[in-house]
């Protein structure tokens, strides 16, 4: 028999958590779990899941706007904010029960309560101590605000998801993609929205036509959008905020959200105690396998600031109790993960962007294009596609694509298969293309919009 009470315990109920715990006891691992608020994690509780919810529900504004150049009649649309937010929430208590039937159908514990590190192989929940042989920490992240005067005033993601009524007037700090998809979200609810963000161009990190063209998209669909702009103090004005600009303006709004960014869930754990090494963020600091610098504990997820994606924590779970428990040792591949950003209209994105493939290849081909969608021509929108694809000129591997558009997402995720594969932009060429869609041109892309570039 084990000394410990558990082969795995598991902190933190989320994608990760849970399917690191469902594998390990697919291995025979005697496994539990603690988690503290409800099973599903971030992404299932107070992110993708409910946040697409709001994104679906945003849309249906343009789309009573388009109906009438297709010949359809309605009476005027009119929204209630609180049948919406109920519908979504009998969605997240659905699924936070399945989350929670999973682990425990693979005949694995469940504990409700905080849990902390009292050594390296005990845990504590609420007032009981139990031990396990190995511990994976995935507690994912949290929110945050910028630090200026009156930001308890502001609200963060978290909080969107529940008040209570919709604020007429919002403005949102941030140019990631939560910013921007709250930003298209409100907008498509009727909402007027402000989108505020310090730096020089929206959505940091992605390829720059995307940026230049996703910021355009949304100033056309009615977004005040402000760069170089941030808020230097916010103060309560009846039943009104009074938002203080950097650039020495003012604005009144109903709500503040801010975007700026989330850190990882680490505080208070007891990490420092039992030796686990965590960065300047917070983060766990892990190897290839997930482990941290004490040898028995383990982490995966948004807590480790690795790769922040719902699926990435899922396979990083997934590759730690092969590992551990199933004599299969293997790491994620961080390399080719393909994203969406549900904006409005929405981004999809795999590998390189321009920037990063000519630092890392020295020549590449870069094909563009962007165009009117087939809707448009008969609506009167005024919104434009665009695509993109990046080629290592010497290999001819295609090593990136992006696109900005209706069903972008769903597009580059086929896309990745092809890229993660090693395809070709010959295979591209050869590939035929499904007319009339978007994606087609993705198929159809021949001429270069620069010459190849030598580092």
């Given at each position: 028999?084990?000394?410990?009470?558990?082969?795995?315990?598991?902190?933190?109920?989320?994608?990760?958590?849970?399917?690191?715990?469902?594998?390990?006891?697919?291995?025979?691992?005697?496994?539990?779990?603690?988690?503290?608020?409800?099973?599903?994690?971030?992404?299932?509780?107070?992110?993708?899941?409910?946040?697409?919810?709001?994104?679906?529900?945003?849309?249906?504004?343009?789309?009573?706007?388009?109906?009438?150049?297709?010949?359809?009649?309605?009476?005027?649309?009119?929204?209630?904010?609180?049948?919406?937010?109920?519908?979504?929430?009998?969605?997240?208590?659905?699924?936070?029960?399945?989350?929670?039937?999973?682990?425990?159908?693979?005949?694995?514990?469940?504990?409700?309560?905080?849990?902390?590190?009292?050594?390296?192989?005990?845990?504590?929940?609420?007032?009981?101590?139990?031990?396990?042989?190995?511990?994976?920490?995935?507690?994912?992240?949290?929110?945050?605000?910028?630090?200026?005067?009156?930001?308890?005033?502001?609200?963060?993601?978290?909080?969107?998801?529940?008040?209570?009524?919709?604020?007429?007037?919002?403005?949102?700090?941030?140019?990631?993609?939560?910013?921007?998809?709250?930003?298209?979200?409100?907008?498509?609810?009727?909402?007027?929205?402000?989108?505020?963000?310090?730096?020089?161009?929206?959505?940091?990190?992605?390829?720059?036509?995307?940026?230049?063209?996703?910021?355009?998209?949304?100033?056309?669909?009615?977004?005040?959008?402000?760069?170089?702009?941030?808020?230097?103090?916010?103060?309560?004005?009846?039943?009104?905020?009074?938002?203080?600009?950097?650039?020495?303006?003012?604005?009144?709004?109903?709500?503040?959200?801010?975007?700026?960014?989330?850190?990882?869930?680490?505080?208070?754990?007891?990490?420092?105690?039992?030796?686990?090494?965590?960065?300047?963020?917070?983060?766990?600091?892990?190897?290839?396998?997930?482990?941290?610098?004490?040898?028995?504990?383990?982490?995966?997820?948004?807590?480790?600031?690795?790769?922040?994606?719902?699926?990435?924590?899922?396979?990083?779970?997934?590759?730690?109790?092969?590992?551990?428990?199933?004599?299969k040792p293997r790491s994620m591949d961080h390399a080719n993960v393909p994203a969406a950003v549900f904006s409005q209209p929405p981004v999809g994105t795999i590998g390189l962007s321009e920037d990063d493939a000519r630092k890392q290849y020295g020549e590449i081909d870069v094909y563009r294009t962007t165009f009117r969608p087939l809707k448009a021509t008969v609506s009167g929108g005024e919104g434009r596609v665009m695509m993109k694809l990046v080629v290592d000129a010497r290999s001819d591997r295609v090593v990136g694509a992006h696109m900005v558009g209706d069903d972008a997402g769903e597009i580059i995720q086929g896309l990745a298969i092809a890229i993660k594969a090693g395809a070709t932009k010959a295979d591209f060429?050869?590939?035929?293309?499904?007319?009339?869609?978007?994606?087609?041109?993705?198929?159809?892309?021949?001429?270069?919009?620069?010459?190849?570039?030598?580092?």
């Amino acid at each position: 028999m084990s000394q410990y009470d558990f082969d795995l315990f598991v902190i933190g109920g989320g994608s990760g958590g849970v399917r690191a715990g469902r594998i390990a006891a697919g291995h025979g691992a005697r496994v539990a779990v603690a988690e503290e608020y409800r099973y599903g994690g971030t992404c299932v509780i107070r992110g993708c899941v409910p946040k697409k919810l709001l994104v679906y529900g945003s849309a249906f504004g343009h789309y009573f706007e388009d109906a009438a150049a297709f010949g359809w009649t309605a009476p005027p649309a009119s929204f209630d904010w609180p049948t919406m937010i109920a519908a979504k929430d009998r969605e997240i208590g659905r699924l936070e029960t399945i989350y929670r039937g999973l682990f425990e159908n693979a005949g694995a514990k469940t504990f409700d309560g905080r849990a902390t590190l009292k050594d390296a192989h005990t845990v504590v929940i609420n007032d009981r101590a139990v031990t396990a042989d190995k511990i994976l920490i995935a507690t994912g992240g949290h929110p945050v605000k910028p630090a200026v005067p009156g930001a308890e005033l502001m609200i963060t993601s978290n909080e969107a998801f529940h008040l209570k009524a919709m604020p007429k007037r919002i403005i949102i700090i941030g140019g990631g993609y939560i910013a921007c998809e709250f930003a298209g979200i409100f907008n498509g609810f009727g909402a007027g929205v402000t989108q505020l963000y310090r730096g020089e161009q929206i959505l940091r990190g992605f390829d720059h036509d995307i940026r230049g063209h996703l910021a355009g998209e949304l100033v056309k669909s009615g977004i005040d959008l402000r760069l170089k702009t941030d808020v230097a103090r916010l103060e309560k004005q009846g039943n009104a905020l009074l938002v203080h600009l950097t650039d020495g303006n003012t604005m009144e709004a109903d709500a503040v959200m801010a975007a700026t960014g989330r850190q990882p869930n680490t505080n208070g754990l007891g990490l420092e105690a039992v030796g686990v090494k965590t960065d300047a963020e917070g983060a766990v600091v892990v190897n290839e396998y997930s482990r941290s610098s004490v040898e028995n504990i383990y982490a995966v997820g948004d807590v480790t600031n690795r790769m922040n994606l719902t699926p990435v924590a899922i396979r990083e779970g997934h590759a730690f109790a092969d590992t551990v428990f199933g004599k299969k040792p293997r790491s994620m591949d961080h390399a080719n993960v393909p994203a969406a950003v549900f904006s409005q209209p929405p981004v999809g994105t795999i590998g390189l962007s321009e920037d990063d493939a000519r630092k890392q290849y020295g020549e590449i081909d870069v094909y563009r294009t962007t165009f009117r969608p087939l809707k448009a021509t008969v609506s009167g929108g005024e919104g434009r596609v665009m695509m993109k694809l990046v080629v290592d000129a010497r290999s001819d591997r295609v090593v990136g694509a992006h696109m900005v558009g209706d069903d972008a997402g769903e597009i580059i995720q086929g896309l990745a298969i092809a890229i993660k594969a090693g395809a070709t932009k010959a295979d591209f060429d050869a590939t035929v293309g499904v007319h009339p869609t978007a994606a087609e041109e993705f198929v159809t892309l021949r001429e270069k919009v620069r010459e190849p570039v030598k580092a």
